[in-house]
């Protein structure tokens, strides 16, 4: 599987940006996704995930009630809307996808996940 991060940019506090992720594989809903983010001088951390069916969706505390995760798998494309952006939030954004055959399942493990996009970059500024 192929991903292909997008729709990162320069932005002021409190603004948001949506990312998608596109995927390559036809079988997009055989697959749980994640988003993580790498901030300068940091471990990669989890961000969110959501399971095939999109159902299924779990949030890292500090993005809760600000960022939402979902997916169109008609168009094989996994989406994180970020609202209320703060400096914080400054790092690479990396989409990730583990096949899981339909079990209606999510991770918030990066090992768990066997595919990564390249990411792209969110720069929040105060």
């Known amino acids: 599987v192929q991903l292909q991060a997008s729709g990162g940019g320069l932005v002021q506090a409190g603004a948001s940006l949506r990312l998608s992720c596109a995927a390559s594989e036809r079988t997009f809903s055989s697959y749980r996704m994640g988003w993580f983010r790498r901030a300068p001088g940091k471990e990669r951390e989890f961000v969110a995930a959501?399971?095939?069916?999109?159902?299924?969706?779990r949030y890292a505390d500090s993005v809760k009630g600000r960022f939402t995760i979902s997916r169109d798998n008609a168009k094989n494309t996994v989406y994180l809307q970020m609202d209320s952006l703060k400096p914080e939030d400054t790092a690479v954004y990396f989409c990730?996808?583990?096949?899981?055959?339909?079990?209606?399942?999510?991770?918030?493990?990066?090992?768990?996940?066997?595919?990564w996009g390249q990411g792209t970059q969110v720069t929040v500024s105060s």
């Open positions: 990730a996808a583990d096949y899981v055959y339909y079990r209606d399942s999510v991770t918030q493990w990066g090992d768990d996940y066997d595919y």
């Open positions: 959501i399971s095939w069916s999109g159902g299924s969706t």
